[in-house]
């Protein structure tokens, strides 16, 4: 099995030199890549588990767009001993874990998961999902220890800190967040029912958005039952028959249309009885379809919103994220400076806590 090269800075902290982190990501392995791993939230409980068994201290963080091992390493062993576990959890051969994924150590480390609490290194720019995804982590492994338990942490806070002194969250910039706010900018969501027709990635990313601002009624419809039921359990929508989409178009105030199909799934014809049904009542159609779902042109009181729109709104946003990175960076830099500090006093604690000895003992 071919030995981890962790890179770090030659200036670095000694307090944090224990630190790994051994990162599977979408810029590693690439999205397709990644999604051929096999690692599952049981494999990755299963990874912690085997490292604590292990005395080896470590956080498992899984996400869509990444698997990252963390670790403390006291000895070359230890990074052997991590790197093989990790290896077996991917269901990957060991070289290729090791030769295509990042390998941190020390500052570099801390540094990494610092930017990725903040969304540096998330697929989309100052994302904040990837923040609840790291306390889970943090929470669901015991064995962390003392010193990745400080390290994740600070982590977490100085993503807090980025976000409330910096503007890195500020605009949507997925297709699924920004067709959230162009939605609720023509209706008040809060007060409305939203039929979301799909039931893959999109779809899923669009529904959760729409109950995390507080969706009215959400309602769900897909070709195939199954996956309608799986994504109405997971952001608690109402299901409706693939067949019955004519109908629910004319209770609904909104439709998201997130499918693959050459196939028009809601035409000019809906949108007309639609719009002759419901009278004035105003209805957005929201196509995030590729290629498009809705079939195109004018109704009165439909407002249309497709792909191109969309694009041009997030392309705005993520111009103006990435103009806010460097000061996000300068947040991390302050916030690495207080955990070097704070890893320099918890490295003194042993000795602290050492009895002294009493002079009629010393021989």
């Known amino acids: 099995m071919l030995a981890p090269v962790f890179h770090q800075s030659a200036a670095e902290s000694g307090d944090l030199a224990p630190l790994r982190v051994c990162s599977i990501d979408y810029q590693t392995h690439g999205l397709a890549g990644l999604a051929a791993l096999a690692a599952t939230p049981g494999s990755a409980a299963a990874l912690s588990a085997a490292l604590t068994t292990r005395g080896i201290d470590a956080v498992v963080l899984t996400t869509c ?20 576990l990790l290896a077996s959890a991917v269901g990957s051969l060991s070289e290729a874990v090791v030769g295509r994924s990042r390998s941190l ?10 930017r990725v609490c903040a969304g540096l290194e998330s697929l989309v720019l100052g994302e904040a999902e990837v923040l609840g995804q790291v306390r889970a982590a943090l929470d669901a492994s015991p064995g962390a220890g003392p010193l990745l338990a400080g390290v994740f942490r600070a982590a977490v806070r100085a993503a807090g800190a980025a976000r409330a002194e910096t503007a890195i969250g500020k605009g949507a910039i997925s297709v699924a967040s920004t067709a959230v706010q162009r939605l609720s900018a023509h209706i008040p969501v809060s007060g409305c029912r939203v039929l979301v027709v799909g039931a893959g990635d999109t779809a899923r990313k669009t529904a959760r958005h729409l109950r995390a601002i507080g969706v009215g009624s959400l309602v769900v419809t897909n070709r195939t039952r199954s996956r309608a039921d799986n994504l109405a359990v997971s952001v608690n929508a109402a299901v409706a028959e693939w067949d019955t989409l004519p109908n629910e178009l004319l209770r609904a105030d909104a439709v998201i249309s997130a499918v693959s199909t050459p196939e028009w799934v809601v035409t000019l014809e809906h949108l007309r009885e639609r719009a002759r049904v419901r009278e004035r009542s105003p209805f957005v159609a929201v196509d995030l379809s590729m290629p498009p779902s809705i079939e195109p042109g004018d109704v009165e009181h439909i407002v249309r919103i497709d792909l191109t729109a969309l694009g041009q709104t997030a392309s705005a946003n993520r111009w103006q994220r990435e103009a806010e990175v460097p000061r996000v960076e300068a947040v991390i830099a302050r916030e690495l400076e207080w955990l070097r500090r704070w890893a320099r006093r918890e490295a003194l604690r042993p000795v602290k806590a050492r009895p002294r000895a009493h002079p009629e003992s010393v021989s």
């Open 65 to 84: 767009n990444r698997l990252e091992l963390y670790w403390r390493s006291r000895a070359a062993e230890d990074d052997r001993e991590a790197i093989g």
């Open 105 to 114: 150590s020390g500052d570099a480390a801390a540094i990494h998961l610092f």
